[in-house]
């Protein structure tokens, strides 16, 4: 570790939203770093130097059993951790701010720290103080930053959500000159705490979805790009790290890459473009920044095709609640409601595919396939839960050992898992034409290396401490030497207990204690009261004294002297033979790495499958068909949330089918126009079909009774402004900048949703809107799509387009209260029943009984005919030209008319009336 210089440890950070507002001081700011001052400390000059190195982040200094900041970086830190702001010292006449958090804890603030955005430079003593002090009394213990830590390049569990990878995302953008380029971007993600590391390019869109699959934990990017405003809005809130422009150098890509795999080229891994090859080794080079030389065990890069997955953008994930509700929660998410897996590897991938279904029929068959495997075999899905459960996070201990981070129960998870993986190798071999998945995975248990587990086993005591330096976690019995070490230091403290209890006679002092600590070894203490006694003959003969403190008075003995270095001795050499130890079996294992990962990924992959089956099997889902055609035929689809959310009120979800195929003879699919009161079912009736179609493609089962689908590319959905307002942000702009992404983007392979779009404005604009939007989607995207709405007179459009088709949910009237069905038929809707719906919610019977009074005169007006009126006038996409009938404005003409009484006019006056009408028909056009 010491050889690297400072320079290279520096990050060039230009500057970083996540400091803006909280600036970590920088070089020449506010640090004084007058390090020639003969005013300072030798620490303080320690301490300025490296700070000097590490400007841009929170610099944790180690003194002893605590990291201490200080200057700025205390001052920030106390705010951001409500710890206490102390000071320490003077620097050029003023006092130095201090706050310090305990080593043992320093987890729990790192995790607070990192989510508030900041980056921390841990700077460990590096050696021994004794060492330190045989140098002279005033030398400073050497330290050094042994690791930046930073969000997207954490490894501890506590720092880590299990369930979810944490990713550092690096983003490159192809220079606008270069025309071989053929993406815009590419983007490289790396979990270092599993080893996963994907590479692919796309275009602005594309990137936006990336984000938002991906959900980095840090995002790395040049300064360029980083001051872009276009590429900005993708990062919106998430934590982003501008690097210099060295780390994305296209030039030396491919040397980084290949020197840290220790490979010849990268065309090992597969072919990579030059902006994939940019993306990933400027993730490589952070890594290797952050973590100071230390290698986390990754895989090497896999090159995801373009178009591989099903496409969702940022929007439509929010919208159909994938991985969270729209209030941010997991619970009432897709995710929640089908994760049944029992490790966090499963977990992890579960929501991997979640987040990014496939779009290859064949690959989806093979994932379905194995879940169809654990469907049929109880056994089987019983069996492999029971060893799976069994079997801890093998990727992150790994990552943590190969790092040189681990501790003793790293080994143990490595021990435990590997176990599970020989047993659920063995299980999986007795089951029969085993899908490939599946028999994939067993592959890669079989080839677990079983001899470092019983290596393991062997080694680790039952009881095991979370530091090595704790010592204690070797088994007695395991090496003879240690043992002999550990009986001598044990009987040397027996030793020391007799000899308290011998003092204690021999001085008749009953509370004499011998206690120990770090300055001055073994002592005996008494209180004051009985220090004279001590201090006087004869016991002064055997007592020496060495310290008189306020309320006790403290000695050594030669006996204590001789025993303190046996002692010491004893218990250090235990634990530097344990020590030993450790990194042995730690050295084995990472000898193992690459089996020992591939093993995880199984494990990981195993508890998926079984896990989706289990849903399958509890929940009665079905296998999809999922196929090249453009069917979408869902008989008997259920939505997966609500129909649990539910049963849990003991209510029945009501099932619907929903055909978007096309219809015979056609080449694109159809178009629901789904009308019905509010609360009628309408939305969940749509997600129902999106959220489907995701199951279906990531390799689930579905809830229906049976399911053909088309594969879909690319996934949109939207939603009214005024059904928007969880998200704070009922702007009518909004849903029209969402509803324009649709309209230009979607193409043939493409499943849209729209929930009451054109509802954020007035009602004849919005009906505008909506009815162009149906047209676009209908004669020019050519779609799959589903579009709910309260505007009636949509229903209209059925007559004119071929492939939409009208669906309202049924509602029941009875005694002038509204029941509904939830049941998805054909037709329309007669009628909004707002003010039956606005009588359940409780409004006062006095305003239900006005409200009734105005809709029948409202209806009594005819506002029936615009409909009929617009199909007839409304030749497709010229709707200009018949606008002002639908706007329903005062109409001079009309009105000229309708004052005319024919049976009052002479001949005179009624072609003088008609000369009138025509100049101001004239007039009008
Ligand atoms: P809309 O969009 O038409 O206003 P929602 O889709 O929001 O109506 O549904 C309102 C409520 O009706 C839901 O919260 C749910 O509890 C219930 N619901 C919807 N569809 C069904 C169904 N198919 N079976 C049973 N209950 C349903
Ligand atoms: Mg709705």
Known sequence: MSG???????????????????????????????????????MMKQYLEIKAANPDCLLFYRMGDFYELFFQDAEIASRALNIVLTRRGKHNGADIPMCGVPVVRSDEYLHKLIAAGFRVAVCEQIEDPAEAKKRGAKSVVQRDVTRLITAGTLTEDSLLDARRNNYLVAIVRAKASSADAAAQFALAALDISTSEFRVMECDRAGLAAEIARIEPGEIIVSDALYGDPEVAQYFRELAVTPLTRDVFDGATAERRLSAYFAVATTEAFGAFSRLELTAAAACIT?????????????????????GATLMIDAATRANLELMRTLSGERRGALIAAIDRTVTPAGARLLSARLAAPLTDPDAIAKRLDAVALFVGDGAARADVRAQLGAAPDLARALARLVLQRGGPRDLAAIRDGLAAAGELACRLQTIEDIPSELAAAAQALVDVPVEIAAALSAALSDDLPHLKRD?????????????????????SRRVVAALQARYADESGVRALKVRHNNVLGYFVEVTAQ?????????????????????????????????????IASAADRALGMELGIFD???????????PIKRAAQALGILDVEAALAVLAVERDYVRPEVDRSLEFAIEGGRHPVVEQALQKDGGPFVANDCVLSPPAGENAGRIYVVTGPNMAGKSTFLRQNALIAVLAQMGSFVPAR?????VIDRLFSRVGAADDLARGRSTFMVEMVETAAILNQAGERALVILDEIGRGTATFDGLSIAWAAIEHLHETNRCRALFATHFHELTALSAKLARLHNATVRVKEWHGDVVFLHEVVAGAADRSYGIQVAKLAGLPHAVIERAKLVLAQLESQDRASPARTLIDDLPLFAARRAAPAATGEPDALAEALAALNPDEMSPRDALEALYALKLKAAKKS
């Open 286 to 306: 952070y890594v290797e920044r952050t973590q100071l030389g230390a290698r986390p065990p990754l895989s090497p890069p896999t090159r995801e095709a373009v």
């Open 471 to 491: 010592g204690g976690f070797v088994r007695a019995g395991y090496d003879t030497s240690l043992d002999e070490t550990r009986a001598l230091r044990d009987e």
């Open 530 to 566: 009985h220090g004279e006694k001590l201090l006087a003959p004869p016991l002064n003969a055997t007592f020496i004294h060495r310290q008189t403190l306020a309320g006790q008075v403290r000695f050594t003995t030669t006996e204590l002297a001789a025993l303190e270095a046996k």
């Open 706 to 710: 049976h399911a053909r689908i088309g």
């Open 4 to 42: 690297h210089g400072k320079t290279s440890r520096c990050m060039n950070v230009v500057s970083s939203k996540i400091t803006s507002e909280e600036a970590v001081p920088v070089e020449g700011a506010a640090v004084p770093l007058a390090v020639s001052d003969a005013a300072v400390t030798p």
């Open 584 to 594: 042995r079996l730690a050295a084995q294992v990472t000898g193992a790495a690459e």
